[in-house]
Every structure is written in structure tokens, then in C-alpha cells.
Nanobody, 122 residues
Framework: QVQLVESGGGSVQSGGSLTLSCKSQADYAAYCMGWFRQAPGMEREGVAS???????NYALSVEGRFTITLDNAEKTVTLRMTGLKPEDTAMYYC?????????????????WGQGTQVTVSS
């Protein structure tokens, strides 16, 4: 399994901003990287995904507030989160897979990070 190294996260007040980063050690010719989140007692859900050719998907709940970017050379995906709300509180996971089919669903992703906590207080 390919290792994904996440950084960022933390605690902010409502309306604040945070940035998450994730570096992959994979050497896929074509690939997706994405962010998922899981709140306590909830299922893991997709937040945003991006392909190596910059096709992007966002969950409706974060569109307009979160921005996903990808540095191909560094194999690093970044999630800039602004206008954070208490309902954004969750463990955030980085994920990656080969190929350019990048749904906001768990199943196709083969590589996962350990998760980083994001807490938004009201």
C-alpha cells in the first residue's frame, strides 16, 4: 500500500480557515487524489477530489468554501478550507488511486492516510 503523509488540521472558530496537505509516495502515470472526512458516528464522506489533469469534484456542502489543488511534481494535494462551520468538524483523510475516475466515494480509492483532525467551534 502506498503511503500518504498528511499535515495541517487543528482547531479554529467558526468562519476561520485551515489548510490540509497530503503527499503521496506513489508513482502512478494517471491518478486521483482526494479528501474524505468522517465525523463521530457518521459514515466517511467525500469532500473533494482532483485528477493529475486537474479535473475537480466537490461535495455540495463545501463547494465555494473549500479549494483543492495538486502539485504534480511533488505529488501533493492541498485542501484550503475557508468559512469553516461547526459541521465541518471531522477527521479528514487523504486518499489516492490510479486512473482518472475520481468519484467522491470510498470504494475506488486504494491508498489512505492516517487522518488529521479538524475541529470548528461555534
Amino acid at each position: 500500500q502506498v503511503q500518504l503523509v498528511e499535515s495541517g488540521g487543528g482547531s479554529v472558530q467558526s468562519g476561520g480557515s485551515l489548510t490540509l496537505s497530503c503527499k503521496s509516495q506513489a508513482d502512478y502515470a494517471a491518478y486521483c487524489m482526494g479528501w474524505f472526512r468522517q465525523a463521530p458516528g457518521m459514515e466517511r464522506e467525500g469532500v473533494a477530489s482532483i485528477t493529475d489533469v486537474r479535473k475537480i469534484n466537490y461535495a455540495l456542502s463545501v463547494e465555494g468554501r473549500f479549494t483543492i489543488t495538486l502539485d504534480n511534481a511533488e505529488k501533493t494535494v492541498t485542501l484550503r478550507m475557508t468559512g469553516l462551520k461547526p459541521e465541518d468538524t471531522a477527521m479528514y483523510y487523504c486518499a489516492a488511486k490510479t486512473g482518472r475516475y475520481c468519484p467522491l466515494k470510498i470504494d475506488p480509492y486504494t491508498d489512505w492516510g492516517q487522518g488529521t483532525q479538524v475541529t470548528v467551534s461555534s
